[in-house]
Structures are given as structure tokens and as C-alpha cells.
């Protein structure tokens, strides 16, 4: 451990001692964590050399945010060395001013979400007002540290195509990144995009950020906003090795920046449509095609309220998806729902079974008319008739899938003083489908009349405040609130179909009345509400606090991380009830499977049955505390040390 000294301007004495007050508060509340959090932000370091390779102090830089103009000030250290830390992603200037030597600018620097940048400089002696420009990208090679990630840049999220502009599509231009299977947990809800795999890691043990800020669904571990591609300036995809401050969970940590406002103005407008007319027929569609329409429609705008000093930002996105769907099914003939069976393999009668297990043929192989079950019949109301011959392959349905997607972000930058900078961003999702066949990435295809709506309903907050207490020292803070409701809700929500047909043992919650989920072992096709319904209705609070500390060769870097959540999903299984028959009841002799799975459900007889009650609510609250402590030293501008303090 390194001591230190640093004496702070009699004008920041408070505001320093409150952080740090709040550090070790923090601290003695969770000794012993790793850290966990992340930012939107980055930073530029390097040294100071003349032309004959010496180093040089005391040389003024001034760094220059371009399209807002803000500065940042800085001076070379005794070893010649300069940090500035914090820094908002983008395009930046670099003047070095010092007498004796001509003024050098450096141009064209542009900072990408999380990086820390190396950028060295040459002075070459001559008179103050003479200045060397020189226009130069910062290297691609990561010279600071050993971190294993990857910027997607704003160029490649803007003019890849996207087919649904989703931008954690492009997560997989980056090496060992692959997309989940389509039927992993929580992907019937996956309405931003299906998750990522990262280095051979769970899906569900990535993180997402927007701008520093969780956007995390904590019940499904996926991403609960997707924001609009024309919002975002760029999101980089830490793998491993990376830095203290950043991680939380084991896999990767996927974080976008939003774009901010200028001194100019400067949006978008745009609209993408596709229509059957363009597509061909599908081999099951009737003579006439299904219709088909999509359009994804909305803008940007962001320009300055005052110049140099506020600047805000706003974009929407929607989408419009009506898709009709062609699928053939299995379902009961009209004969057969009569309880006719004639022309099939004989049916028995279960109530004949002797002291042999041998049973009786029904009559003609048909069911009595009494001995059909009430609760089968109601069931049979909803189920649609066959629209084709036979007993199989008989009904061919076109519904129709329906997208109705909002998505808004505004946000404001302020610069409150030379000193002090902040920005604030909201933005709130409605995502709504309906799956007019279930979810087909569940494997709970179900016939129409059964489907269900998937809704997401998200609100963010994000708040950054950042203050510079002397051009070595340097406090982050941001704050982030996100909301995330809604689920899966069946077609048939608040009908008691229980009551109508006589089943007993179930739910009486209307927000889970439906029908039961019915399935055979053989001939047709699944019906009924899915067995499964979950929603939730979670809060999440991040609290974040960065200090940047530059201490001659050492860039120590001390945080804390507070995370709060409230955890309400429901998922109550089968609370409609769910139902399995088979041909057990009507075979010839008992302990054979010889009759026919739909002649039992006439008769009420299931192989198995199953009931919820209640809601199956959870009321989770958590609080996670988490610091760091971190030293890169710089022995020389070639090598970088760096030593975790954890406590």
C-alpha cells in the first residue's frame, strides 16, 4: 500500500470530505466485495516528451470536447505524465501550451465507450504562438491494460442492416460471441432482442448497461430496452480482464452510450416497410397469400437549449407488425366430438372393466350422449372445427400476429460550471405482441383461440453528475432507476371457464382464469392456455460513485456501488388446471394403452391432472453493496502496473 497526500482548494474541502465519508461508510458496510459497476465514460492519458525524448512538466493541456466545446484542463506531472479521467464518449482536441515551446494540437481523438486511451505528445522548441496541428487517430492496439472487449462503433451500428434494429444483433461481429438457442429461458419474453453467450458463459450471467445505468431484467437476465440504433453513439462488450470497477456477474458486460446533444442541430427521420406484395406464397397459404405488413418509423433531434453550456437530445422509434401466420393442425372431426368413433379402432368402455382388467366395446364404437363429460364439452365450444377432410392434418388457420412497439428517450446535458458537468436521461419502452399460436420458442404451439399477449412495459432513469475538484482529482456519480413490468397474458384472461364446466381444485384469481391446458398423447394437436403465464413487477436503484485520484506515476481509482432491488414476478403453474390423456381408459383391458386419448377426454378420465392456487407471488427485496480500490502506476511510459486494493 502507497501513502498519499493531497491537499485540495479550501473552496472543495467540503465536497471532498463528503465523498470520501460516503466511501468508507460504504466500505465498512461490505468489507471484503468485489466491485460491480460501470460507466459510460472514458479517458485519456499519456506523456509529455520533448523532441530529444526528455520528458516535460508543467505544460498546460487543454482538452476540448468538439461538438459541445467543453474543456478539460490538465497539467504534465514531473515525469511528464497527464491523466484526465471521465471524459464523455467522443470526438476530442488536444492542446499542449507551454513557453519556450510551439503550441502542439492534437486532432481527430475519438474516445469509445469505456476505453482508456494513450495519447502521447511530442513539444518541439520554438515561440508559444507557433502551433503544430497534427490530425491522428488514437491506436487501435490497447497499450493501458490487458482488458479482452470490443467498440461497436456508431459507422457499424448505423449502416450494417438490421432486420428489426435491434443493436444487440451486432454483439455478434465481435469473436466468441453467439446467440442463444430460441428456446432458453425467458425467451418468450425476449421482445429486445434474443440474449448472448459470451465466451462459452451463461446467457443469464451478462449484465447490460445504458449509459453507465442497469438495464438489466433481473427475473429473465436479458435486456428490458432496446434502445433505437439512431440513439446510440456506440457499445462496447467487455469479455474478461477487465478493470475493478466493472462486472458484477461472471459472463460479459455488454454497455451503450446514448448520443447527446451539440452546438448544432442535427436528427433523423426514417421509416422501413415491408408488405406481402414483395413476398411469395407459403406452401400451406391458400390461393391467396396472407397479408403482411411492418413498418418501423420514427426520428431523432438534438441540438443546443444554450450554447456551450445546455444541450438535449430525443428520439423515437416505433413498430407496427400485423403478420398473418398460416399453420395446419390436428384437431377433432365433427363426427368424433359427437362421441362417434365409428370407422376407427374400437373404443371400451372404462366403467366395464371385469375382475380380469378385460372391458366391453361401446356400441356401435360409439359414446352414449350421458356419458359425455360436461367440462369436455364446454372445453370443445372453444375449440375451432376442422376446415379440411380427415382426422388429421384437418384445420388450416391464417391469425394474425400483431407488434404494437414504443420506445422515447430524451435527454439533457448541462454544463453547470467549468468545473462541473451533468446529464440526465429517461426513457420508457412499451413493448406489445400477441402470439396468436402461444410461444413457438417454448415449444407451446398451441391452436388459435389459445394464444397470448407478451407485453414489457420499461421506465429508466439514468443521472450523471460529474466534479472536478483540481485537474488530479476527479468524482463520478450517477444514480439509475428502472422499472420493469408486465408478461405474459393469455387471450382468454378473466374467463372462468372452472365455474361454467364444474372443475374444481384450480385458481379462482380472475388474473388467471382461463382455460386449461389440454394435451393427447396421440392424434391432435395441443389445446387450451399455456400452463405457464408469468409476469413481474420489479423496481431495480443504482448508486454509483467514482473517484479518480492522479498521484505522480499512480492513477488510483476508489468506487462503491449500491444496487437495491424490488422482486415481484407471479408465475403460478397450471393455475387453469392442465390436463394429459392418453389411450389408457378406453383400451381393451386395463394396464394396456389400446383405445383412444381423445375418447377419454370425452369420458373425463385424464391420465394426469394438475391445479394451482393462488398467484404464486414473490415479494423479494435485496441490497448489494460493493467497492473497489485500484492502482494502475505507470513505471514507464512502456509499463503499466496495476494492484487491486480490495477491503
Given at each position: 500500500?502507497?501513502?498519499?497526500?493531497?491537499?485540495?482548494?479550501?473552496?472543495?474541502?467540503?465536497?471532498?470530505?463528503?465523498?470520501?465519508?460516503?466511501?468508507?461508510?460504504?466500505?465498512?458496510?461490505?468489507?471484503?466485495?468485489?466491485?460491480?459497476?460501470?460507466?459510460?465514460?472514458?479517458?485519456?492519458?499519456?506523456?509529455?516528451?520533448?523532441?530529444?525524448?526528455?520528458?516535460?512538466?508543467?505544460?498546460?493541456?487543454?482538452?476540448?470536447?468538439?461538438?459541445?466545446?467543453?474543456?478539460?484542463?490538465?497539467?504534465?506531472?514531473?515525469?511528464?505524465?497527464?491523466?484526465?479521467?471521465?471524459?464523455?464518449?467522443?470526438?476530442?482536441?488536444?492542446?499542449?501550451?507551454?513557453?519556450?515551446?510551439?503550441?502542439?494540437?492534437?486532432?481527430?481523438?475519438?474516445?469509445?465507450?469505456?476505453?482508456?486511451?494513450?495519447?502521447?505528445?511530442?513539444?518541439?522548441?520554438?515561440?508559444v504562438t507557433q502551433q503544430i496541428t497534427v490530425q491522428e487517430s488514437v491506436p487501435q492496439v490497447n497499450t493501458t491494460n490487458a482488458e479482452v472487449s470490443e467498440v461497436i462503433?456508431?459507422?457499424?451500428?448505423?449502416?450494417?442492416?438490421?432486420?428489426?434494429?435491434?443493436?444487440?444483433?451486432?454483439?455478434?461481429?465481435?469473436?466468441?460471441?453467439?446467440?442463444?438457442?430460441?428456446?432458453?429461458?425467458?425467451?418468450?419474453?425476449?421482445?429486445?432482442?434474443?440474449?448472448?453467450?459470451?465466451?462459452?458463459?451463461?446467457?443469464?450471467?451478462?449484465?447490460?448497461?445504458?449509459?453507465?445505468?442497469?438495464?438489466?431484467?433481473?427475473?429473465?437476465?436479458?435486456?428490458?430496452?432496446?434502445?433505437?440504433?439512431?440513439?446510440?453513439?456506440?457499445?462496447?462488450?467487455?469479455?474478461?480482464?477487465?478493470?475493478?470497477?466493472?462486472?458484477?456477474?461472471?459472463?460479459?458486460?455488454?454497455?451503450?452510450?446514448?448520443?447527446?446533444?451539440?452546438?448544432?442541430?442535427?436528427?433523423?427521420?426514417?421509416?422501413?416497410?415491408?408488405?406481402?406484395?414483395?413476398?411469395?406464397?407459403?406452401?400451406?397459404?391458400?390461393?391467396?397469400?396472407?397479408?403482411?405488413?411492418?413498418?418501423?418509423?420514427?426520428?431523432?433531434?438534438?441540438?443546443?437549449?444554450?450554447?456551450?453550456?445546455?444541450?438535449?437530445?430525443?428520439?423515437?422509434?416505433?413498430?407496427?407488425?400485423?403478420?398473418?401466420?398460416?399453420?395446419?393442425?390436428?384437431?377433432?372431426?365433427?363426427?368424433?366430438?359427437?362421441?362417434?368413433?365409428?370407422?376407427?379402432?374400437?373404443?371400451?368402455?372404462?366403467?366395464?372393466?371385469?375382475?380380469?382388467?378385460?372391458?366391453?366395446?361401446?356400441?356401435?364404437n360409439q359414446i352414449p350422449t350421458d356419458r359425455l363429460d360436461k367440462a369436455a364439452l364446454a372445453f370443445l365450444q372453444k375449440v375451432p372445427h376442422a376446415n379440411l377432410p380427415?382426422?388429421?392434418?384437418?384445420?388450416?388457420?391464417?391469425?394474425?400476429?400483431?407488434?404494437?412497439?414504443?420506445?422515447?428517450?430524451?435527454?439533457?446535458?448541462?454544463?453547470?460550471?467549468?468545473?462541473?458537468?451533468?446529464?440526465?436521461?429517461?426513457?420508457?419502452?412499451?413493448?406489445?405482441?400477441?402470439?396468436?399460436?402461444?410461444?413457438?420458442?417454448?415449444?407451446?404451439?398451441?391452436?388459435?383461440?389459445?394464444?397470448?399477449?407478451?407485453?414489457?412495459?420499461?421506465?429508466?432513469?439514468?443521472?450523471?453528475?460529474?466534479?472536478?475538484?483540481?485537474?488530479?482529482?476527479?468524482?463520478?456519480?450517477?444514480?439509475?432507476?428502472?422499472?420493469?413490468?408486465?408478461?405474459?397474458?393469455?387471450?382468454?384472461?378473466?374467463?372462468?371457464?372452472?365455474?361454467?364446466?364444474?372443475?374444481?381444485?384450480?385458481?379462482?384469481?380472475?388474473?388467471?382464469?382461463?382455460?386449461?391446458?389440454?394435451?393427447?398423447?396421440?392424434?391432435?394437436?395441443?389445446?387450451?392456455?399455456?400452463?405457464?403465464?408469468?409476469?413481474?413487477?420489479?423496481?431495480?436503484?443504482?448508486?454509483?460513485?467514482?473517484?479518480?485520484?492522479?498521484?505522480?506515476?499512480h492513477s488510483l481509482k476508489f468506487g462503491i456501488y449500491v444496487f437495491r432491488l424490488r422482486f415481484n414476478p407471479q408465475d403460478s403453474p397450471n393455475a387453469r388446471g392442465a390436463?394429459?390423456?392418453?389411450?389408457?381408459?378406453?383400451?381393451?383391458?386395463?394396464?394396456?394403452?389400446?383405445?383412444?386419448?381423445?375418447?377419454?377426454?370425452?369420458?373425463?378420465?385424464?391420465?394426469?391432472?394438475?391445479?394451482?392456487?393462488?398467484?404464486?407471488?414473490?415479494?423479494?427485496?435485496?441490497?448489494?453493496?460493493?467497492?473497489?480500490?485500484?492502482?494502475?502506476?505507470?513505471?514507464?511510459?512502456?509499463?503499466?502496473?496495476?494492484?487491486?486494493?480490495?477491503?
Amino acid at each position: 500500500m502507497i501513502g498519499m497526500k493531497i491537499v485540495p482548494g479550501r473552496r472543495n474541502m467540503v465536497r471532498l470530505a463528503s465523498v470520501l465519508l460516503l466511501f468508507v461508510f460504504v466500505r465498512g458496510l461490505c468489507p471484503g466485495a468485489l466491485a460491480s459497476a460501470q460507466t459510460a465514460t472514458a479517458e485519456i492519458t499519456g506523456t509529455v516528451k520533448d523532441s530529444s525524448g526528455g520528458v516535460v512538466p508543467g505544460v498546460k493541456l487543454t482538452i476540448t470536447r468538439q461538438s459541445s466545446g467543453q474543456e478539460r484542463q490538465s497539467i504534465s506531472d514531473s515525469s511528464g505524465n497527464y491523466v484526465a479521467p471521465s471524459l464523455a464518449i467522443g470526438e476530442y482536441t488536444i492542446k499542449a501550451e507551454l513557453e519556450g515551446f510551439k503550441t502542439q494540437i492534437r486532432q481527430g481523438i475519438a474516445l469509445q465507450v469505456g476505453q482508456q486511451a494513450r495519447v502521447d505528445l511530442t513539444m518541439d522548441p520554438g515561440e508559444v504562438t507557433q502551433q503544430i496541428t497534427v490530425q491522428e487517430s488514437v491506436p487501435q492496439v490497447n497499450t493501458t491494460n490487458a482488458e479482452v472487449s470490443e467498440v461497436i462503433t456508431n459507422q457499424r451500428i448505423t449502416e450494417l442492416p438490421l432486420n428489426g434494429r435491434q443493436f444487440i444483433q451486432l454483439t455478434i461481429l465481435s469473436d466468441n460471441v453467439y446467440l442463444t438457442p430460441q428456446g432458453t429461458r425467458g425467451a418468450a419474453l425476449g421482445e429486445t432482442g434474443r440474449t448472448i453467450v459470451v465466451g462459452g458463459q451463461r446467457a443469464g450471467h451478462n449484465m447490460y448497461y445504458l449509459d453507465g445505468v442497469s438495464i438489466t431484467d433481473q427475473y429473465f437476465n436479458n435486456m428490458v430496452i432496446s434502445p433505437s440504433i439512431d440513439e446510440i453513439q456506440e457499445f462496447k462488450i467487455q469479455k474478461s480482464i477487465y478493470s475493478a470497477e466493472f462486472g458484477g456477474k461472471a459472463s460479459a458486460s455488454v454497455s451503450a452510450a446514448t448520443k447527446s446533444g451539440s452546438n448544432n442541430f442535427h436528427g433523423t427521420v426514417f421509416e422501413f416497410l415491408r408488405n406481402d406484395v414483395f413476398d411469395a406464397r407459403n406452401f400451406f397459404d391458400t390461393a391467396q397469400k396472407p397479408p403482411y405488413r411492418q413498418n418501423q418509423f420514427g426520428g431523432t433531434l438534438g441540438g443546443p437549449i444554450k450554447k456551450d453550456r445546455t444541450f438535449f437530445f430525443v428520439s423515437y422509434e416505433g413498430l407496427r407488425v400485423r403478420q398473418s401466420i398460416t399453420r395446419i393442425f390436428n384437431v377433432p372431426s365433427d363426427k368424433v366430438r359427437s362421441g362417434d368413433f365409428s370407422g376407427l379402432a374400437p373404443i371400451y368402455d372404462p366403467l366395464s372393466t371385469d375382475s380380469t382388467g378385460q372391458r366391453v366395446a361401446f356400441s356401435l364404437n360409439q359414446i352414449p350422449t350421458d356419458r359425455l363429460d360436461k367440462a369436455a364439452l364446454a372445453f370443445l365450444q372453444k375449440v375451432p372445427h376442422a376446415n379440411l377432410p380427415g382426422e388429421v392434418q384437418n384445420y388450416v388457420a391464417s391469425p394474425s400476429l400483431k407488434n404494437n412497439n414504443d420506445g422515447f428517450t430524451t435527454r439533457v446535458d448541462q454544463v453547470l460550471s467549468q468545473n462541473d458537468n451533468l446529464f440526465v436521461r429517461f426513457t420508457f419502452a412499451n413493448l406489445i405482441t400477441f402470439q396468436p399460436y402461444g410461444s413457438t420458442q417454448v415449444n407451446d404451439t398451441l391452436i388459435p383461440g389459445f394464444g397470448y399477449k407478451i407485453t414489457s412495459f420499461a421506465r429508466n432513469l439514468a443521472v450523471n453528475y460529474t466534479h472536478i475538484f483540481n485537474n488530479n482529482l476527479v468524482n463520478e456519480f450517477r444514480f439509475g432507476y428502472l422499472r420493469a413490468t408486465g408478461g405474459q397474458l393469455s387471450e382468454n384472461r378473466g374467463f372462468n371457464f372452472a365455474a361454467q364446466s364444474g372443475i374444481q381444485g384450480i385458481s379462482t384469481d380472475p388474473l388467471k382464469m382461463g382455460y386449461p391446458a389440454i394435451s393427447f398423447s396421440d392424434a391432435y394437436s395441443n389445446m387450451g392456455d399455456s400452463s405457464e403465464l408469468v409476469t413481474r413487477r420489479d423496481n431495480s436503484f443504482d448508486f454509483f460513485d467514482n473517484i479518480s485520484w492522479i498521484r505522480g506515476p499512480h492513477s488510483l481509482k476508489f468506487g462503491i456501488y449500491v444496487f437495491r432491488l424490488r422482486f415481484n414476478p407471479q408465475d403460478s403453474p397450471n393455475a387453469r388446471g392442465a390436463f394429459v390423456f392418453s389411450p389408457r381408459y378406453t383400451s381393451s383391458q386395463a394396464g394396456l394403452a389400446n383405445g383412444n386419448a381423445f375418447a377419454d377426454f370425452l369420458l373425463g378420465f385424464p391420465s394426469s391432472a394438475q391445479g394451482g392456487i393462488g398467484r404464486g407471488d414473490q415479494d423479494g427485496r435485496t441490497l448489494w453493496t460493493h467497492m473497489y480500490a485500484q492502482d494502475d502506476w505507470r513505471a514507464r511510459s512502456n509499463l503499466t502496473s496495476t494492484s487491486l486494493l480490495l477491503k
